[in-house]
């Protein structure tokens, strides 16, 4: 372009829907601020407000009262070791998000601002972090579901250099009750996970695949703007074919269980222990992250008691393992509330002497914990 | 699936990142309220606040106080025409979206909560929500730009039935300063626009490209974390030729320019004057949605002066006319703040004889009008 154009003048405009006066708005940039000594201060400006909270997992005790000089709020965390953070404010009993902070990210109806802490290359936060290494690209696609009788919506990555005709393994990822088919690529950071530790060389290239595991929705609510849309016949464990046959049909898809993961977090886990159920040695990677793994609501009988005494999932259990998958990837937090259901279920394969391993992290029932689940199933699939 | 596998028991749980305990959080989802005489009311629990006030474009003059009873504060708009509206809450002066409205939108560096309000098929509000009709599927892909010397990210918008094979023309569709790869997908409701008026016959199916505009990032700050990254040699509009590169290679275009077409809002107006100017006969469609169409930003002159003392760029667009496009669409609203510029852009156009359309409308510089203007031009393409 000549120089005659160069001289073209942008107006730097943004449009905002309040309008043209508007154009960029100034907002305090101060926060989050990390600090040199591993803490991190966040400040909210409220001179009108009688009292600010913060709550989050980069918190003192999860909550805290912010501190009013001069009418501008803070608070400053302890030491935080790399990962992703979140918080949120309360203004006067009112929730608000971090003006400063572009980040945040929803989780079912809630929303946090986050933060993410990393130090060197490779540690955790990094993980989670975009850098400058080649990237895999997401689509949201829609596919027919016949089982279910209607089109739905799932996510899908596919690691860099995709696009060169290669085929890939394929893992399929699922999310915990109230999720959707956007909850791993939001909280999960999915994308990031896999950009790096492929480009780490710790995981192998794979394409990963994020269906919407709520059999009565199409889509995220955010996309539609209503939920529980349908009645189906069957369950969505049931119609999980519909979703195998759309990939397979629709991307460049290495077969076999030795190419193929199924894992998933919460309710996830559960779909996943009972996917497999339905199609033994299809997979030859299955994790559970914190699943919840059920059998009769009803019972107070445990989880290992129960499934022995269930002649048809005791069958379906040992057909899994009669396959002998490569790797039956167990992993739960100290605090989880399904932590007794999931020992249960390990009594239950340690005597049936079912092969499994077991990661019991720190922690309860959060997406901390099933980031890093992720970065480690990865690490182990398809080698 | 057998009886026995259905007793299974899905444990309903949120994996917040707060913790096992909130598991759904309890909301209050009284807000918005679509009342019967077509006003809205906007409802938020606040006992503490002293002071609550609502902006946004569906409050009477953007702006007002909010009542409170008993600890509730309300305000009814007034009657709504068909439309995506949208609206904010200060608490004691801080900004906080609705926590009971999950509808929520960013534009730039600010968020605002959403509603859509539809009263019959084929209304504008209908055009914006999703419906029961085939769902296009949207990519967000890394491509290289060796122009401007990065891998960059772009979202790009493939028609229902785009899998079965045919070739399909496309838009290359741009977004205004301050936004990213993003944004019409977001605001500009891309997605639902296109499936809605395909559904509708009303438009032909299509391809949408939406690049990310600024030659000094990669990708939306939202996605990497950051702002102003690269330091380019050359301009946004001379590496074009980088995205229709990779547009004609990864995808299923027809090409020539009865059906390629390029249209952009306000720096994105400016761009798609620019990269037509460097491009004549490329495009056969042109849309300039309240375009910032400027010279030299230091001269006082009116723009049809300033064209008409630039011999280069009279030549350009000399071609541009002589290459006869099937459709240059100039469209702002009457209180735009770049009505004059267009004005002037419009007198020149004049002068020459050369044939374009002028669409113009109520309203200033906001996504409302480009929304309008995307849905107006869209059922003009390729035909």
């Known amino acids: ?13 943004a449009g905002t829907a309040m309008a043209q006066e508007a154009i960029f708005e100034k907002r305090d940039t101060g926060s989050p601020v990390k600090n040199d000594d591993g803490t991190v201060t966040l400040r909210l400006k409220a001179p009108e407000a009688q009292k600010v909270t913060v709550i989050g997992d980069c918190i ?6 912010m501190k009013n000089t001069d009418g501008t709020w803070t608070y400053t965390t302890p030491q935080l070791a790399p990962e992703l953070y979140n918080y949120r404010f309360y203004v006067d009993g009112v929730e608000a998000l971090d003006p400063a902070n572009l980040e945040r990210s929803r989780d079912v109806r809630s929303f946090m601002s986050t933060f993410i802490i990393s130090r060197e290359k ?3 936060g990094y993980l989670y972090a975009n850098h400058d290494i080649p990237h895999g690209d997401v689509q949201q696609v829609w596919y027919d579901s016949p ?21 890939y393994p394929v ?25 790096n530790l492929i480009a780490l060389g710790k995981a192998v290239p794979m394409i990963v695949v994020m ?28 119609g999980f074919g519909d979703i195998i046959n759309y990939v397979q049909k629709h991307y460049k898809v290495k077969r076999g269980a030795a190419n193929t993961a199924l894992a998933g977090l919460s309710m996830g886990g559960f779909h996943t222990f009972s996917i497999s159920l339905l199609r033994p040695g299809q997979f030859g990677y299955l994790g559970l992250f914190s699943a919840a793994v059920r059998m009769d609501r009803r019972s107070q009988k445990p989880i290992d008691v129960q499934l022995e005494e269930s002649a048809e999932v005791s069958a379906q259990l040992e057909a899994v393992f009669r396959a002998k998958p490569s790797l039956y990837w167990i992993a739960i937090g100290k605090d989880d509330f399904l932590y007794q259901q999931n020992a249960g279920l390990r009594r239950y394969l340690d005597k049936k002497g079912y092969a499994y391993e077991y990661h019991e992290s720190e922690g309860g029932h959060t997406w ?3 980031r890093v689940y992720l970065s480690i199933f990865a690490q182990r699939l398809f080698k």
């Open 1 to 13: 372009m000549k120089r005659h154009i160069l001289q073209l003048a942008v107006l730097l405009m």
């Open 60 to 65: 003192e005790k999860m909550h805290a009262e």
């Open 122 to 124: 490779g540690d955790q």
């Open 147 to 167: 089982s279910l009788g209607i089109q739905r919506r799932m996510s899908i990555y596919t690691p860099a250099g995709y696009d060169k005709g290669k085929k």
């Open 171 to 195: 893992l399929y990822l699922l999310h915990g009750a109230g999720g959707d088919e956007e909850a791993w690529l939001t909280l999960g950071r999915t994308q990031q996970i896999l950009d």
């Open 211 to 238: 269906p919407n595991g709520n059999a009565t929705d199409d889509a995220s609510p955010l996309m539609t703007g209503r939920e529980h849309k349908n009645h189906p016949a069957t369950t969505y464990q049931e």
């Open 368 to 370: 901390r914990n099933w």
